[in-house]
């Protein structure tokens, strides 16, 4: 499994707070991506990064926004926390394996459950 | 835009039977199809891909699926579930941006 980790694990939270989830590899991808999983959805994708301080929005980006500072980290912040916001988020990351195909094949890390109350 | 439909929510499958989940992907272009399986409380792992040339692909834990560009599908197909394939799985369709878009899943029940 690529080396992916994502932090905090679980978390509850109350609605008008701030959240920063973070995302760290170890396997010197490219691209990285934040999606949220939710029941009848499947997994949607919030924003994604294709190289340090590069980033873009994806189809469900209002309420967040991320960083990435290091090849090896992605943050995702939820500014102000509200109860649509309550998930499980994903982390992803791609082409690390300098072709084209493998900047497709995504590898996710293991998740976050957040509980915004 | 990309975007992929999977028709079925459920499927209810006894051990050993087959089994075969549908995906229908919307794309112009010549797309990059992907199936992923997703056990309880995990994440997502990488069963099978197709880019070009074979349209009958290989995967992981004894998986196929097989692209077919006229009814716009990519099934994934096993011959005989064991009760470990008990889980959910997500097709997806990449288009030129690097970027995956999902189906909203089928989720796989293994009767003894």
């Known amino acids: 499994d690529a080396g992916i980790t994502q932090s905090p694990r679980h978390k509850v939270t109350e609605t008008g707070t701030p959240v920063t989830l973070r995302c760290h590899q170890t396997?010197?991808?490219?691209?990285m991506y934040w999606y949220r999983q939710d029941p009848g959805h499947g997994l949607r994708l919030i924003h994604y990064?294709?190289?340090?301080?590069?980033?873009d929005k994806g189809e469900v980006s209002d309420g967040y926004s991320v960083s990435r500072s290091k090849t090896e980290d992605f943050l995702l912040t939820l500014e102000s926390a509200t109860s649509s916001q309550t998930s499980v988020y994903f982390c992803a990351i791609s082409g690390g394996q300098g072709t084209w195909t493998g900047d497709y094949e995504q590898y996710f890390g293991p998740g976050t459950r957040l509980t915004v109350t | 835009a990309q975007s992929v439909t999977q028709p079925d929510i459920h499927i209810t499958v006894s051990e050993g039977a087959s089994l075969e989940l549908r995906c229908n992907y919307s794309?112009?272009?010549?797309?990059?199809l992907f199936w992923y399986v997703q056990s309880p409380g995990q994440g997502l792992q990488l069963l099978l891909k197709?880019?070009?040339?074979?349209?009958l692909v290989q995967g992981i834990k004894g998986f196929e699926a097989e692209f077919k560009r006229s009814q716009s599908s990519f099934n994934l197909r096993k011959p005989s579930v064991h009760w470990s394939d008990a889980a959910e799985y997500f097709c997806?369709?990449?288009?030129?941006?690097?970027?995956?878009?999902f189906g909203a899943g089928t989720t796989v029940t293994v009767r003894a």
């Open positions: 794309y112009g272009a010549t797309p990059y």
């Open positions: 197709y880019f070009s040339g074979d349209t």
């Open positions: 396997e010197n991808h490219r691209y």
């Open positions: 990064s294709y190289g340090v301080k590069d980033t």
């Open positions: 997806a369709v990449g288009a030129g941006d690097y970027k995956l878009s």
